[in-house]
């Protein structure tokens, strides 16, 4: 995503899903922050090191799945300018959808809100502008790619995708 931030920019640069589940990249006061909503259950909470200098400013966020087994957790890596600033994992991801009902949203949340921290200010549109934005996939991991054995477990977690 490439966009123009204000001094202390502030509101969702995006958010897919909503209050039921879903995930979130916003900014409060130039604090950049991507939430993950585990359906209510859990809330992941990924902040970047350093504030958001005002000008043009380049985000990535890049999700690492660690295994191609439903619910496997990912690696989140918030990315300013090309150099790393953030990072964490969601223990559980959501396997299929968040919500049948809810949106996906760019520079404003306008269904339910994803996150807690702006139900308040809800929609939380972005103060800034946003110039584009790129969703990219990478090849999806394999079975054979992970090797990850469950705790107290004899065998693997992750089973062979069956055509």
Do not use: Q
């Not at 809100?113 to 139900?119: E, F, H, I, Q, T």
């Amino acid at each position: 995503m490439d966009a123009t931030f204000g001094s202390k920019a502030s509101g969702v640069l995006y958010a897919l899903g909503g209050m039921s589940g879903g995930l979130t990249l916003y900014l409060d006061k130039g604090e950049l922050t991507y939430e993950y909503n585990t359906l209510e259950l859990w809330r992941t909470k990924i902040k970047a090191n350093r504030a958001i200098p005002a000008g043009r400013n380049k985000i990535e966020v890049e999700t690492v799945m660690s295994s191609p087994a439903r619910a496997a957790p990912a690696d989140i890596i918030l990315r300013l300018n090309g150099e790393e600033v953030g990072r964490g994992t969601v223990k559980t991801t959501v396997p299929m959808l968040f919500t049948a009902t809810e949106t996906f949203d760019v520079g404003i949340d306008l269904g339910s809100p994803v996150s807690l921290d702006y139900a308040d200010k809800a929609p939380f549109a972005f103060d800034g502008t946003i110039g584009e934005i790129h969703v990219r996939y990478s090849a999806p991991l394999s079975a054979n790619d992970v090797n990850i054995a469950a705790p107290d477990s004899e065998g693997p977690i992750v089973e062979p995708a069956r055509n």
